[in-house]
């Protein structure tokens, strides 16, 4: 038995009498996408390092090599420096015979293959913070046309945003990239790991970096942090010491609505939790 999605066209000023059925919705997913892309494209130049004439010579006398991708977010210089690229996580690749996770050889590869294309030759933009706790150079990294990869493997969905005050250089950038690869189920938004999480139910196997949505119920200070509680009983932690990153009163003005929030989900006393380092790492959302 077939259906006819077909509607009268005969006074739809919207209809050119040729995309009739299913064929309409095909050409509006086709132009809906062809918008996607043209978004995304804009958000990922506005990342990109500045190439004018001028610039361009100056990036040429910049340019170190690359001997070798370690994995998706992590190179290693002819010079013996290993560089963490700032302000993405891509999936891990396995190590000490514990299997890939989901997409990370792809993730990996791919950088490996663009770097080859561009003679495995990069510009290092340091940001606040020029080591993490593994003493690996943190950099922003750039192809010597301005390509930032860290926007390439998010827009490629090969990567999620990862936020680590005080290295918050084109972190907007970053999340606005983010946010349409997901939009477009792009790499890892199309896999179960990665989807949004109800705080009010999580998994049992939730631990690791996540995005959630919930309702809050209330906000308490205490232990040196602003403990925001939701409903379900998981808590959001904002420690005294991150507190410079937020403007005053923030939290009062979260109280009984509904936020989507990022980091890295942890269970202590029985209870979930998730630090939040930066103000961008919780939004509201109009969900009911």
């Not at 150079?137 to 860290?150: E, F, K």
């Not at 084109?170 to 890892?188: F, P, V, W």
């Not at 409903?231 to 979260?254: E, I, N, T």
Request: charged letters at 20%.
């Amino acid at each position: 038995m077939s259906t006819n999605f077909a509607k009268n066209t005969a006074n739809n000023p919207l209809s050119d009498g040729a995309f009739t059925g299913i064929r309409y919705p095909l050409k509006f997913a086709l132009v809906l996408s062809c918008l996607l892309l043209s978004r995304s494209a804009l958000a990922s130049s506005a990342c990109a390092l500045e190439t004018t004439e001028q610039t361009h010579k100056t990036h040429q006398t910049n340019l170190v090599r690359v001997q070798r991708v370690v994995d998706g977010d992590t190179i290693w210089l002819t010079d013996g420096r290993k560089v963490r690229i700032i302000g993405i996580d891509t999936p891990e690749l396995g190590h000490q015979k514990a299997p890939d996770e989901p997409l990370a050889r792809k993730a990996s590869t791919a950088l490996r293959d663009l770097l080859e294309q561009a003679g495995n030759q990069v510009i290092l933009r340091a940001d606040i913070e020029a080591k993490d706790r593994y003493q690996r150079d943190l950099a922003h990294v750039y192809l010597s046309d301005g390509t930032n990869l860290s926007a390439w493997q998010l827009q490629a969905g090969h990567a999620s945003v990862m936020l680590i005050p005080p290295n918050t250089r084109n972190l907007d950038c970053y999340l606005d990239i983010e946010q349409l690869a997901r939009q477009q189920r792009a790499g890892i938004w199309a896999l179960p790991q990665h989807k949004i999480l109800d705080a009010a139910s999580l998994p049992d196997d939730s631990h690791g970096f996540h995005i959630i949505h919930a309702k809050i119920e209330r906000i308490s200070y205490g232990g040196g942090a602003t403990w925001i509680n939701l409903v379900g009983g998981m808590s959001l932690q904002v420690r005294d010491s991150d507190g410079h990153y937020f403007d005053p009163g923030w939290a009062q003005k979260l109280r009984g609505v509904n936020i989507e929030a990022r980091g890295f989900i942890y269970r202590s006393r029985g209870q979930w939790r998730m630090r939040l380092r930066h103000p961008l790492s919780i939004k509201t959302t109009n969900a009911r």
